[in-house]
Protein backbone atom coordinates (compact mmCIF):
# COMPACT_ATOMS: atom_id res chain seq x y z
CA UNK A 1 0.00 0.00 0.00
CA UNK A 2 1.16 3.22 -0.61
CA UNK A 3 0.30 6.61 1.50
CA UNK A 4 -0.80 8.62 -1.91
CA UNK A 5 -3.29 6.19 -2.63
CA UNK A 6 -5.52 6.59 0.68
CA UNK A 7 -5.39 10.63 -0.69
CA UNK A 8 -6.61 9.43 -4.07
CA UNK A 9 -9.66 6.92 -2.79
CA UNK A 10 -10.66 10.41 -0.53
CA UNK A 11 -10.49 12.67 -3.45
CA UNK A 12 -12.51 9.56 -5.32
CA UNK A 13 -15.32 9.26 -2.46
CA UNK A 14 -15.29 13.18 -2.07
CA UNK A 15 -16.20 13.20 -6.21
CA UNK A 16 -18.65 10.83 -5.12
CA UNK A 17 -20.54 12.80 -3.21
CA UNK A 18 -20.16 15.78 -5.05
CA UNK A 19 -21.83 14.10 -8.01
CA UNK A 20 -24.31 12.55 -5.72
CA UNK A 21 -25.71 15.80 -4.34
CA UNK A 22 -25.88 17.18 -7.61
CA UNK A 23 -27.69 14.05 -9.26
CA UNK A 24 -30.36 14.27 -6.37
CA UNK A 25 -31.37 17.79 -7.69
CA UNK A 26 -32.53 15.98 -11.06
CA UNK A 27 -35.64 15.22 -11.71
CA UNK A 28 -36.60 11.42 -10.83
CA UNK A 29 -36.25 10.24 -14.32
CA UNK A 30 -33.09 11.70 -14.87
CA UNK A 31 -31.27 10.10 -11.71
CA UNK A 32 -31.39 6.51 -12.76
CA UNK A 33 -27.94 6.63 -15.07
CA UNK A 34 -25.93 9.48 -12.82
CA UNK A 35 -26.39 7.27 -10.11
CA UNK A 36 -25.51 3.82 -11.49
CA UNK A 37 -22.13 5.21 -12.56
CA UNK A 38 -21.98 6.81 -9.30
CA UNK A 39 -22.24 3.57 -7.91
CA UNK A 40 -19.83 1.83 -9.87
CA UNK A 41 -17.46 4.56 -9.47
CA UNK A 42 -17.82 3.98 -5.26
CA UNK A 43 -17.86 0.55 -5.62
CA UNK A 44 -14.79 0.22 -7.51
CA UNK A 45 -13.04 2.76 -5.31
CA UNK A 46 -14.30 0.77 -2.46
CA UNK A 47 -12.77 -2.11 -3.99
CA UNK A 48 -9.35 -0.67 -4.64
CA UNK A 49 -9.41 0.40 -0.33
CA UNK A 50 -9.64 -3.19 0.36
CA UNK A 51 -6.90 -4.20 -2.25
CA UNK A 52 -5.12 -1.33 -0.42
CA UNK A 53 -5.31 -3.17 3.06
CA UNK A 54 -4.52 -6.31 1.91
CA UNK A 55 -1.38 -4.79 0.55
CA UNK A 56 -0.61 -2.95 3.69
CA UNK A 57 -1.04 -6.41 5.44
CA UNK A 58 1.42 -8.28 3.09
CA UNK A 59 3.95 -5.75 2.05
CA UNK A 60 3.72 -3.06 4.57
CA UNK A 61 3.31 0.90 3.97
CA UNK A 62 5.25 2.54 1.21
CA UNK A 63 5.44 6.52 0.89
CA UNK A 64 4.61 5.74 -2.87
CA UNK A 65 6.56 9.13 -3.45
CA UNK A 66 9.44 7.03 -4.90
CA UNK A 67 7.42 6.81 -7.98
CA UNK A 68 7.94 10.21 -8.75
CA UNK A 69 11.91 10.11 -9.17
CA UNK A 70 10.85 9.42 -13.01
CA UNK A 71 8.97 12.71 -13.08
CA UNK A 72 9.17 15.11 -16.69
CA UNK A 73 8.05 18.11 -15.33
CA UNK A 74 7.99 19.93 -18.63
CA UNK A 75 5.91 17.32 -20.30
CA UNK A 76 3.85 17.04 -17.61
CA UNK A 77 3.15 20.85 -17.77
CA UNK A 78 2.98 20.86 -21.32
CA UNK A 79 0.34 18.13 -21.52
CA UNK A 80 -1.82 19.83 -18.92
CA UNK A 81 -1.70 23.16 -20.64
CA UNK A 82 -2.64 21.49 -24.10
CA UNK A 83 -5.75 20.48 -22.05
CA UNK A 84 -6.40 23.42 -20.81
CA UNK A 85 -6.44 25.25 -24.22
CA UNK A 86 -8.98 22.28 -25.26
CA UNK A 87 -11.03 23.50 -22.94
CA UNK A 88 -11.16 26.63 -23.37
CA UNK A 89 -11.46 25.76 -27.31
CA UNK A 90 -14.40 23.03 -26.88
CA UNK A 91 -17.47 25.67 -26.96
CA UNK A 92 -16.28 27.54 -30.19
CA UNK A 93 -14.79 24.59 -31.53
CA UNK A 94 -17.16 21.51 -31.32
CA UNK A 95 -15.88 18.39 -29.26
CA UNK A 96 -14.43 17.19 -31.99
Keep these: MK ?4 GVCLVMYGVCAFFLYMTLQLPKAAQIYPLCVISLLAALT ?3 VFNMIRGAVKNGVTSG ?4 KDFVPSQFFTIFAMIVIYLCAMPYLGFY
Design 3 to 6: KTDI
Design 46 to 48: TLH
Design 65 to 68: LEDL
